[in-house]
């Protein structure tokens, strides 16, 4: 089992207005803030601030991105942040799902159809298991 220790791994140091964003964020955890948000133009550097605050705090993390696409480009980055500690992606399984359907004007019922994605569901199984199994793990996951 691992020790929980974040390592991580960069070329670059916090500049500009990232150090005073890493130190407010990590004073609002300590201070038990239960809701905190990071604002900043595309390639601003969020991610980097996340993965600093990530490191320096050395507690499981889950990272949640409102669709599968900013999900993946979040688990690549971590993943090179991070390679040494357990980054997990945690999605739908599904590449398809229909629910079901009424359609009361011509009495017509549509059953659910849907399509998993094996290497998905593979994935999540992952996920599981780093959580179970050690205190170092990102989970990188799409809401």
Partial sequence: MSTGVFIMHSQYTPAGDQPEAIAR?????????????????????????????????????????????????LYDEMKQFFPENAVEYFVSYYDYFQPEVYIPG????????????????RLRLSTTKSLIER????VVASV
């Fill in 135 to 138: 205190r170092d793990t990102i």
């Fill in 25 to 73: 964020l990590i004073s609002g955890i300590e201070d038990g803030a239960h809701h905190q948000t990071l604002k900043g133009i595309t390639g601003s550097g969020k991610t980097f601030t996340m993965a600093n605050v990530i490191h320096r705090q050395n507690r499981p993390t889950l990272i949640l991105a409102p669709n599968k696409t900013l999900t993946a480009q």
């Fill in 106 to 121: 011509n009495d017509r019922f549509i059953p659910k159809d849907s399509a998993i994605n094996e290497h998905l569901e």
